[in-house]
C-alpha cells in the first residue's frame, strides 16, 4: 500500500486520484479540500449542512506556470536548491465548480494549453529524508 502525502485528501481508484470535496447542502458550493463537520461541533445546523463528495476526475486547465525554485513550507518534498527539480503547477477546473490546485505531470509547459483536458493521476514525491509520498496530480487527458 503506497504512503499518501496526508490521509483524508484523496483515493487512488485505478490510475485515477478521486478527490474528496464537500458541498453545502444549503448553497450548492462545492469546497476542496473538504470542510470537515467535526470543526463546527457547536454547531449542529452547520454539521448538518456539509455533505462528503467525490470530485470529478477529468477537468480542463486554468492556468499554468512552472515552479523553478523550492517551494516555502509546509512543502515537503526536496528543499536543497542543488536537488531541486522544475515542474509545472496549475488550476484545474472541474464540472462541479471548483478550481483545483494541483501538479501536472506528463507534459512540459510549452506541451500545454488553457482549456485543454486533463484528467486526475497520482505521483509520487521524494522527500528530504529518503520517503516516497504519493499525491494527486492532473495530466493530459490522451
Not at 453545502?24 to 455533505?51: C, H, N, T, W, Y
Not at 509545472?88 to 485543454?116: N, R, T, W, Y
Request: proline residues 8%.
Amino acid at each position: 500500500m503506497p504512503t499518501l502525502i496526508t490521509e483524508g485528501l484523496f483515493r487512488i481508484h485505478d490510475d485515477r486520484a478521486v478527490l474528496f470535496a464537500s458541498r453545502r447542502r444549503s448553497s450548492g458550493v462545492v469546497k476542496f479540500p473538504a470542510e470537515r463537520a467535526e470543526l463546527f461541533d457547536g454547531d449542529p445546523e452547520i454539521q448538518g449542512d456539509i455533505e462528503a463528495i467525490e470530485l470529478s476526475t477529468e477537468g480542463t486547465l486554468y492556468t499554468y506556470t512552472t515552479q523553478q525554485f523550492p517551494p516555502p513550507l509546509p512543502y515537503k518534498g526536496i528543499r536543497d536548491p542543488k536537488a531541486f527539480t522544475t515542474y509545472v503547477v496549475g488550476f484545474v477546473e472541474l464540472p462541479e465548480g471548483v478550481l483545483v490546485e494541483s501538479l501536472i505531470v506528463g507534459a512540459v509547459a510549452d506541451q500545454l494549453a488553457i482549456g485543454q483536458p486533463l484528467v486526475s493521476t497520482t505521483t509520487t514525491l521524494e522527500t528530504e529524508d529518503g520517503r516516497s509520498l504519493v499525491t494527486f496530480a492532473f495530466r493530459p487527458l490522451d
